[in-house]
Structures are given as structure tokens and as C-alpha cells.
């Protein structure tokens, strides 16, 4: 079984500012994992993926994630936040081998940047 | 057009109607989905179609009725519904290969449903 833990409903950061978005998981098995963005009545748009690659994966709008084994971790960061960045966060873990319909999500961070 | 088309944005109906949710993806995936995502509440998978075939029925009560057509559209029917059903219903697809693992899912914009 998988499950994802994401620490913190809610994170505000100023515009500027480090966004670190926290995302622990846990697989029987190596895992794939995601992180997506969703803006306000909008879908789940992809952020970036890691799928046993390199450990540091980069993504789209200046997003990074690093995959930790020993921590079970796969936090998301970016360096200085955006006014166009407040959006709510999912990271969602998949089995290795398993399909896409196995995509497990955590609950959502919703990100504000305070101007 | 190109991804995953939603159609209605909003849908708000009574609790006796009958409505249909629409999905169209333009990706050539073969696999397509329905989640719904409640306030507060990690995001439900409620079916899976793969090859237009249903592989995954996740306990969804029978006021839900899935189609899949063909590979490019799948429905969601509606009928009976409880206001505890009012939630943003997303579709989704990917492109699922023999080894499977690391592909991710494209969403739809999703419906915005209200029972009343």
C-alpha cells in the first residue's frame, strides 16, 4: 500500500521568499512521484515528475523537488516566490510498474505569497 | 483543441434530474479517468477506463453511471444525486504502457457540480 503525507494545509510565504512544500510518502516498492499545481477552478496541472532518473528533478515555472530515500521525502521548493505562484500543491506517488490509475494524492498545500 | 475538454463548467441540479459530465481528450491516451475532489478531502478516484474497458470501480454509488465510447470520450451520468455529491468532478488521461509506472495523469478543467 501507498500513502502520502503532506505537512501543512496552508503555507504563506512573501513574495521573494523560499517556498519549501513538504510531501513524504510510503511505497513497498520503489516509487514514482509527482507534484502537481491546481489554480483556483482549475485542473491539476503537472509540475514535475520523478521516476528513478536523477534525484534533483526540475520542473516548470522555477519549481525543483529532490528525492530523498532515507527520509521518504520529495519536497517541493523554489527559490523566490511569485505573486503567480499562490495555487494549492498535490504531490501524488504511483508504484514502480504500476499505472497511472495507482496515483496516490496527499490532501493539498494551498501556497500564498504575500505581496 | 488540445488536452482534456470539460464540459459543463458548472452544472447545478436538482436532486431528482437526470444530467450527463462530458470528457474529451485529444492526447491519444488510452487510459481515461474520473476523480472527484471534495473541500478538505484528498482527490477520489471514482473509475478508470483503459482501452475503453472499466478496470477500476472504486465503490462508487450506482447514481454514478461511467460510459466510455471510445478511446477518446468518457461520461459520467448522473441521476438521483444527494447534495453531499456537489464537488468539482475532474476527468483525466494518460498513456499507459506495457511496463507501466511514471506516466502522468492530464486533467481536464473539471465541472463544478451543485445537487440542490
Not at chain 1, 503532506?6 to 510518502?25: M, P
Not at chain 2, 491516451?29 to 473541500?39: D, F, I, L, V
Not at chain 2, 477518446?72 to 441521476?79: K, P
Amino acid at each position: 500500500a501507498q500513502s502520502v503525507t503532506q505537512l501543512g494545509s496552508h503555507v504563506s510565504v512573501s513574495e521573494g521568499a523560499l517556498v519549501l512544500l513538504r510531501c513524504n510518502y510510503s511505497s513497498s516498492v520503489p516509487p514514482y512521484l509527482f507534484w502537481y499545481v491546481q489554480y483556483p477552478n482549475q485542473g491539476l496541472q503537472l509540475l514535475l515528475k520523478y521516476t528513478s532518473a536523477a534525484t534533483l528533478v526540475k520542473g516548470i515555472n522555477g519549481f525543483e523537488a529532490e528525492f530523498k530515500k532515507s527520509e521518504t521525502s520529495f519536497h517541493l521548493t523554489k527559490p523566490s516566490a511569485h505573486m503567480s505562484d499562490a495555487a494549492e500543491y498535490f504531490c501524488a506517488v504511483s508504484d514502480s510498474g504500476a499505472g497511472s490509475y495507482q496515483l496516490t494524492f496527499g490532501k493539498g498545500t494551498k501556497l500564498s505569497v504575500i505581496p | 483543441e488540445t488536452g482534456v475538454t470539460q464540459t459543463p463548467r458548472h452544472l447545478v441540479m436538482g436532486m431528482t434530474n437526470k444530467k450527463s459530465l462530458k470528457c474529451e481528450q485529444h492526447l491519444g491516451h488510452n487510459a481515461m479517468y474520473w476523480y472527484k475532489q471534495s473541500a478538505k478531502k484528498p482527490l477520489e478516484l471514482m473509475f478508470v477506463y483503459s482501452l475503453e474497458e472499466r478496470v477500476e470501480n472504486n465503490s462508487v454509488p450506482s447514481r454514478f453511471s461511467p460510459e466510455c465510447p471510445n478511446s477518446s470520450h468518457l461520461f459520467l451520468h448522473l441521476h438521483t444525486l444527494q447534495p453531499e455529491d456537489s464537488a468539482l468532478y475532474l476527468c483525466a488521461s494518460s498513456q499507459e504502457g506495457d511496463r507501466g509506472g511514471g506516466t502522468e495523469a492530464f486533467f481536464g478543467q473539471g465541472t463544478r457540480l451543485t445537487v440542490v
